[in-house]
């Protein structure tokens, strides 16, 4: 079973939050990126667009077909990873680390108390992938 | 498109149970994927040309021209039974309700389960031209191509079941194309198929539909329930056609921009 870190939170869309300060950091989960496979194509928001709880942020195309990423906070986006836009396997092999995606300025950090920690994340996994 | 989507939308806050709808096309038209770029994919000229609108989709995958074809959408929940929590098991049971009303019609169509190399001279922006797995293929030739998006854990599952094929007209629309146009037309023919090909008695549209209504009613043990839009559905259909789907900027460029 796949190890998610303690100092990152989730939401049940799979995407990951890093919190410093007003700042959140954001990517998909290895679960997630297991589940979709070899990514072939991402579209992420570009620096100041503004991000919506809940709401798509982007999208990302492996071969089984179109993901939305969902953004777990809302605000500003004040950063883009560029080097998975440049090197797009970054996101398979290291989704928790270098294969961030965006960096958020967040409006309301009490959205925050809604994610789920990685113990609770883990659990949410176990139960989707026994589903069906 | 704008319905298949309201559809899609409106589950992500509704327990709804699953919706399986069918259409066709007024005009031949191109769908694309949600990520294709149109200009390296589609001839926009040739298409301005020959009046044949493009559309892109919600949902991945490559270029269709639509023309005569049954269209079919899924939209579930990946968490009802009916569908296996992994994506491809998804696609590996809609294909089984789609060969079982194909084996209605007497036509026998396979899942494709490991994919085929691609032929090097077919269109690569074709859908039908690209095989991937749990689509369907008869005598190796692929009849359905199908594709997904996903979303707040609901489902949205596009196909085409080609009722004719006509290889030079879908030649003349897409790209690339390689230097030797019969060796690219060839490599169509031995690609794709359809239902006309395979049936001796005069199949039509409406006899496809209701075989694959009941290929899903008896490959899942259900039983279909003819609906309509809700005015839910209705009105967030209404908003996603004037925004989204007849905005040339979402058609050209596509986008995760909020279009509603």
Redesign the interface.
Known sequence: MKVFPDDLLYN??HTWVRVEGDLATIGITDYAQE??GEV??L?L?ETDDSVER??????I?S????????SPVSGEVISVNDDITDDIGIINSDPHDTGWMIVVEMNDPEELDDLLDSGEYHDFVLR????? | MAIDEAIFRFHQHEDMPPTLRFYGWKFPTVSL???QDVEKEVDIEACRRKNIPVVRR????KAVLHEGDVTYAVVGR????L???????T?RVISRCIAGGLALLGIEAEMEGNSRAPNGDSLKASCFSSP??YELLVKNRKICGS???????I?LQHGSILMEFNPFKTCDVMLPRSGDYERQILRMKQSVTSVSEHTDRAVDVGMVCRALMTGFEKTLGIELVKGELSPEEEEIKAVLMTHKYMNERWNME???R?WI
């Open positions: 049940r869309e589940k979709l072939l194509s579209e928001p809940d709401e798509p942020f982007g999208a195309e071969a089984k077909g179109v993901f939305e990423l969902i989707e992938a026994g589903d069906g | 994927g949600y990520f919600p949902t991945g995958g990946d968490s009802n039974p569908f296996p929590a992994d994506i491809l098991g696609y991937s797995r594709a997904q998006v996903r979303s707040h854990g489902f596509g986008g995760c909020a």
